[in-house]
Every structure is written in structure tokens, then in C-alpha cells.
């Protein structure tokens, strides 16, 4: 699915504005979102397995700007299998609440977003040993770091924004963010 094909189902559906998920943020990550909605800093994202850096502008006012969330999409795709599906929007809109919390200049690196089965069977088979159910396959989930910040303190962050899962990778120094819903963690403790 190449990102001109899918332009018309990303637009489809854009319903939430940012005001909506600001207004349930803890207030420690309000103020800074609002003030990040206010001075049009972009969110600064990075793959680094595609090397692709996009700077944009999430939302215009009050309501999702569409084309910076084609990209996002894009941006999230199985670059192994070179497939992008419509991900979870609210992924973006934490990442780039946390981005501004603790780095204004910061660019989140994605690590991994959307995976099909295959790319999935692929990274069991190599020893990565990833979740049967995983939330990466229903295009819920992001895997990012925030180069020069705590990820501990990030994946604190991360938890107190409620969107569900979040694992916390010492070693690998990275987080895992999913939006089930329900909230769940895993791996190195971090509250
Ligand atoms: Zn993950």
C-alpha cells in the first residue's frame, strides 16, 4: 500500500480535536501541551531504519491537521514489508505532549510502529520474542526513545497519560506505548 492510495482512508474518520485528549491529560502534561498547541512547535519524529525525519504540525487550532497524520502513518509503517495502515492517532498526540514535556527541541525516534504478521513472525524467529497479541500488528503501538532524556522518566509520563500498555526497556533504552484502553505494564519498573 504505497501512501497515495491510502491518502483518501487517512483522511477518513477525523473526528477528535486536540482539546479532547488535552483535557485528560494529568496536569503536570496539560499546561505544557497547551503551550505546545499555542507556539506551533512541530513533532519532531525520526525512523531511524528508513532514516525519514518529519517535522509537522499535528494539529491546526484545535482539530488534527490531516496531512501531518498521513505522514505520521507513513512514518509508522512495516518498512520491511513497506505497508502502511491508518494507526491509532492518539499515539501521535501522547508522543508529541511528551516530546514537548521534556524536549522542546527533542525529535522522537520511532523504533517500530505498525508490523504485519509477517514482520512479526519474522522478529520471533529472529529472537525477539514479541507478544503473540501484540498491538503492533492492530497499529496501537510505538516503540520510541527520546534521544538525551530518562526513559524512565518517560515511561513514568508515558504511564500517568492513561492510554494503556507501556513497558519500559532498560537495557534497550526505549518504551513501549500502546493504547488498549485498559493500563497494563511490563518489564523494567518505572513508578
Ligand atoms: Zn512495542
Known amino acids: 500500500m504505497s501512501v497515495s492510495t491510502s491518502r483518501r482512508q487517512f483522511l477518513m474518520g477525523l473526528g477528535l480535536g ?4 488535552f483535557a485528560g491529560l494529568p496536569k503536570c502534561l496539560a499546561q505544557p501541551a497547551v503551550e505546545a498547541a499555542q507556539k506551533s512547535i512541530p513533532l ?3 525512523n531511524p531504519n528508513t532514516r525519514e525525519a518529519y517535522d509537522l504540525e499535528l494539529f491546526i487550532g484545535d482539530q488534527w491537521n490531516p496531512v501531518a497524520l ?4 507513513w512514518l509508522m509503517r512495516d518498512w520491511r514489508q513497506q505497508t502502511a495502515v491508518e494507526c491509532d492517532r492518539r ?4 508522543l508529541y505532549v511528551l516530546q514537548r514535556y521534556f524536549s522542546e ?3 522522537i525516534t520511532i523504533n517500530s510502529g505498525f508490523r504485519t504478521q509477517k514482520t512479526q513472525e519474522a522478529l520471533r524467529e529472529a529472537g525477539y520474542g514479541p507478544a503473540v497479541n501484540s498491538l503492533h500488528l492492530r497499529a496501537k503501538a ?5 534521544p538525551g532524556v530518562s526513559m524512565r522518566n518517560v515511561a513514568r509520563a508515558t504511564w500517568a497519560l492513561k492510554l494503556g500498555g507501556v513497558g519500559y ?3 534497550m533504552n526505549f518504551v513501549h506505548m500502546d493504547s488498549r484502553g485498559a493500563q497494563a505494564r511490563w518489564a ?3 513508578l
Open 105 to 107: 527541541n527533542g525529535r
Open 44 to 46: 519532531r519524529l525520526l
Open 188 to 190: 523494567d519498573s518505572f
Open 18 to 21: 486536540a482539546s479532547a485528549i
Open 91 to 94: 499515539l501521535y498526540a501522547a
Open 169 to 171: 526497556y532498560e537495557d
Open 142 to 146: 510505538v516503540d520510541f526513545t527520546l
Open 70 to 73: 498521513q505522514w505520521c502513518h
